[in-house]
């Protein structure tokens, strides 16, 4: 199991007393498989991935179960908690843009991992980046990692970042809205993408969304949260078709839908 | 009986260095939007649909091209207060991120409060910002909150109360629902069909999501690289569409049967034969 969370419980502290944010989330993650975590703003579920990597505030108050490739996360130490930081699990996020300094050249910003923190040479960096750039679809990597997030789009940068969060080759990858921002058409490139390097590199999936539609027909398994509680977990073939809480229910009725469209006449 | 909204061969091209032909970001396009009715425009990022959100509203000069409201054409040249006014009362916009449009430090009624009292001084401004709060469905209590008190949906029914204090003729709404929950999302739909039927005000809704345009809109205009490949009646473009960049765009959307190969196999197909 690479990502196993039982019964946790998270508060944080403020003006009138502990706030209860996670309140006893039970899921797991194995090897090769996309799991969704589906839930509206304020659910948990980012609160969930960052408390899987202990990215949390010194304050915040944590109980429960929670390991990361058989590593305790919730009680460990701070040197193991930061080794599996930097090599078995890495996060990607929604905006790209914010991941990646403005005013450093692409090449640098991905390889600071690599060079930072595991000591390699720049050049053999860039060189291990540049394998990775082509892995993720990037073409012409060498005059890529020259320029600056500004001058690539939104799927581009995405590719970059994923790139970067490759570097160290990671079991587990936490994706926190990775494609909400892109266009319909990119985003599915992406996801196209984030499938295979899953069976590539038989990567464990925890992919959180706010769109039920997509974690349905997207994930293995889908997990929907709400105010902090796991309300269901249900294959992705069937929680569309037969959602089971009343909460999924309100969420696919909410979600707006497409009509059928008719065949194209001939 | 005269369109709310008439905007004819809106063109606007950006030079993107020197030496460099101009990039034609929107390229002849026309449509129009009567009382009451509601054209959704949808494309990608870059297709031109916020560019031509801003040459309506009078954020951005089209090059060439006029927009009219109530069948007076569009002062942009006009200085002064009494233009501006006309402006604002023409037409008013509301946008993706309503903390960007919100002035933090003021309360929801000093918000109302002061849009109202620029714009329509003789108005019974605490009559009229009760009338908003209903409209637009804010309970009473929230007067004194501030933007950072309120829900993501609460902060979106506030910019929109602020765009009606004015009584505008046009609505230009760009992607005034995409950051919100769907369950948010729902409601505010329902309020702006509510809005528009109610009070006759036509609607420009400039979003990236067909789903989400199919329950707001009357008409959908399709955009691509400037263009508008399709302009037709939204159950028209959602059930039968006749270009095949529409085609695309709806079957990118995620639902039953949808793999994400099949639509970047589609895209590529689409962007190799469109390559210039």
């Known amino acids: ?266 | 009986m005269s369109e709310a909204l008439q905007a004819t061969g809106l063109t606007k091209s950006y030079r993107t260095g020197r030496g460099l032909s101009p990039v034609v970001v929107v390229d002849d396009v026309s449509f129009s939007v009567p009382p009451g009715g509601s054209l959704g425009v949808v494309g990608e990022s870059g297709s031109g649909k916020s560019t031509i959100a801003r040459m309506v509203v009078g954020l951005l000069k089209p090059d060439s091209g006029e927009v009219s409201v109530d069948g007076r054409k569009r002062p942009y040249r006009e200085r002064g207060n009494a233009a501006r006014l006309r402006r604002a009362k023409e037409i008013q916009m509301v946008f993706q991120d309503p903390y960007g449009s919100l002035d933090r430090r003021l309360s929801v009624e000093r918000a109302l409060r002061d849009v109202l009292s620029r714009l329509r001084p003789d108005a019974d401004i605490g009559r009229e910002v009760g009338d908003l709060m209903d409209r637009v469905g804010l309970a009473r209590q929230l007067l004194p909150s501030r933007p950072h008190q309120l829900s993501g949906g609460q902060r979106q029914r506030l910019a929109i109360a602020k765009a009606l204090a004015v009584a505008p003729s046009v609505l230009v709404l760009d992607e005034a629902v995409s950051a919100l929950d769907v369950s948010v999302q729902a409601q505010i739909l329902a309020l702006l069909n509510e809005i528009r039927h109610d009070l006759d005000v036509g609607l420009v809704f400039v979003s990236h999501d067909l789903a989400v345009v199919g329950e707001v809109s009357d008409e959908v205009l399709v955009m691509y690289r400037g263009k508008a490949v399709e302009h037709r009646p939204t159950a028209d473009v959602l059930r039968r569409p006749e270009h095949p960049y529409t085609e695309m765009l709806l079957s990118s959307a995620p639902g039953p049967g949808w793999e994400p190969e099949r639509v970047a196999e589609l895209r590529a197909k689409f962007t190799e034969t469109a390559a210039p």
């Open chain 1, 1 to 266: 199991m690479l990502l196993d969370i039982e019964n946790l419980h998270l508060s944080v502290p403020t003006a009138d007393g502990q706030r209860p944010i996670l309140r006893g989330v039970s899921l797991n993650v194995e090897a090769g498989e996309t799991v969704g975590l589906v839930g509206e703003s304020g659910s948990g579920k980012s609160t969930t991935a960052r408390a899987a990597l202990r990215l949390l505030p010194d304050d915040a108050e944590l109980s429960g179960r929670l390991t990361v490739c058989g590593h305790e996360m919730a009680g460990g130490d701070r040197a193991e908690i930061r080794a599996l930081r930097l090599g078995k699990a890495a996060m990607i996020f929604q905006e790209p843009r914010a991941v990646l300094n403005p005013v450093r050249r692409i090449g640098d910003s991905a390889t600071e991992r690599l060079v930072h923190v595991h000591g390699e040479s720049k050049a053999a960096a860039k060189k291990q980046l540049l394998g990775l750039f082509e892995e993720v679809g990037l073409r012409d990597g060498a005059r890529l990692m020259r320029m600056y997030p500004h001058q690539l789009s939104g799927g581009m940068l995405q590719r970059v970042v994923i790139a970067a969060a490759l570097s160290t080759n990671p079991q587990l990858l936490l994706a926190d809205e990775p494609t909400s921002a892109l266009d319909v058409t990119t985003q599915a490139e992406v996801l196209v993408l984030l499938r295979r390097l899953r069976r590539e590199r038989s990567l464990g999936v925890l992919f959180i969304t706010h769109d039920l539609h997509l974690a349905a027909a997207y994930c293995d398994r889908v997990y929907v949260m709400r105010e902090g509680i796991v309300v269901e977990h249900q294959p992705g073939a069937t929680i569309f078709t037969d959602p089971k809480h009343d909460y999924t229910r309100a969420l696919v009725a909410a979600a707006p839908e497409l009509p059928e469209r008719e065949e194209v006449r001939g």
